[in-house]
């Protein structure tokens, strides 16, 4: 009895294990992806806490940031601009026209995004920290 106790138990253990593992990697994945990382000068965090990470991204007319990764939460434009995005892993492109005041909700997501309109892209986004 006391020999499948000790097994049950190791093998638990190395369950928990390898799930804080697995959450380690997708974490440093995912910092990896950062559009805040990766494109500095264009995109920039103003309030962060143990809930919310509250970003701000301005984007010329014919720039594009790179594959990068959101966690769930809403984007509030502000401004009117147009934007392709090219989703992960289906590859898909979307096209879409923003404007002014819309607010959307977008579910964790990686893509890439150019600005292919005239105006600058001026968005607002914030993100629900993972785990809540």
Known sequence: ????RIVISAA??????GALGISRSRAQ??????????????????????????SEERM???????KH???RGITINMGNFQMEQ??????????SDRHLGDINWNDPMTHETKNVGTTPQWTIRVEVKAGL
Do not use: T
Request: include cysteine; hydrophobic fraction near 40%.
């Open 29 to 54: 994945q995912q910092d990896e992806l950062d559009p805040v990382k990766i494109m500095p000068q264009y995109n920039k965090v103003i309030l962060e806490n143990a809930f919310v990470r509250v």
């Open 1 to 4: 009895m006391k020999k499948s």
């Open 86 to 95: 090219k989703m992960y892993p289906s590859g898909q492109i979307v096209h």
């Open 60 to 66: 010329p007319p014919g720039v594009g940031i790179r």
């Open 12 to 17: 638990v253990a190395v369950c928990l294990v």
């Open 69 to 71: 990764f959101h966690q």
